[in-house]
């Protein structure tokens, strides 16, 4: 016998012979009870070779090509929890940070602690409707669950794993958004008149600019144009990240009303040559982390010592939306008509 001659994954091993291949990223050692002679060598070889097929074909089941090797399970082939860190890391490419995070949420908290371990063809219709009817959270947050669910079932029925896809059938669950509740413009008064500084510019801002919270933040003075004035909103910050707005319509280029403009003339007296952003938080004299910070060092502080119920943020672009309509301008338009100082 030649021990000399180099064959790929087959060695002698000890009085046997070891089969080495790699399956599902993890490397498998596998012996066989056969001298490690020329012939049984050659032997060891067409085993490695029929191992990889299977593999290739999906259909590997280990207690077949080695029947006595400790645990004689057949691997499960098409595991779903593989398929969901697929999907992760293919949305990690494509998507913004804060949707990937959304859906390693989703993965990791509520589908591979169920779903992880099985065979796309242990899971059927019944299965995972009695799982989402014992799921106590929000039936958006469900529907943002069956989302990574829903493609890698689709994937697995377009590479013909399975004949059909059980999750396409189960429909989206009906929720109830919640409606506008904007602030009356005596509200407003009383929100303003119990903040001063930055966050009182911060929130009058919002208020008459129909600003989110997450295009405020991202805010920088490049962005403002007094003299014409306009305010060219491109970036958001969502979850501490800085990105382009959510669409080509967030991309757009909003008119500066008086009360806009004043809070930003007020604002120039806090511009540093440190930082470019236009609204600082007033603690730390730094930009602002993200929309959660806001909430709740300031907002809610502030309607608190003013007495007014509590609503989120993003009511400010409710109450700008209103008070346009009532004076018969486009929301969220161009056009400069009508002075928003008499709204006060």
Known sequence: MDRGKVRKGIRPHGSGIQIDFVYEGKRHREKISLPPTEANLKKATRIRESVLNDIAFNRLNLAEHFPNRKSTAPIKLNIIGK????????????????????YKSAIEFHLKPIFGELSFNEVNRSFIINWLSNLSISLKRKNNILIPLREVFEIATRDGVIASNPVSSIENFRHKTK?????????????????????????????????????LIALTWDDIDLSRGVAFIRNAKVRKILKSTKTESGQRTIKLFPFAKDALEDQKQFRTSKHNEVFLNPKTSSPWIDDAQIRKTAWYPTLLKANVPKRNPY??????ASLMLTAGEEPFGYRSKWDIRTCK
Not at 182 to 206: D, M, W, Y
Not at 315 to 320: A, C, G, K
């Open 315 to 320: 009511q400010t672009r409710h109450t700008y």
């Open 179 to 215: 409606e506008p509740s904007p602030f009356t413009p005596n509200e407003v008064n009383r929100i303003l008149a119990s903040c001063t500084g930055q966050v009182h510019n911060l929130f009058k801002f919002a208020f008459y600019s129909g600003l989110r919270t997450s295009e």
């Open 83 to 102: 398929a969901l860190d697929d999907f992760l890391r293919a949305k990690t490419a494509s998507c913004a940070v804060s949707t990937v995070r959304d």
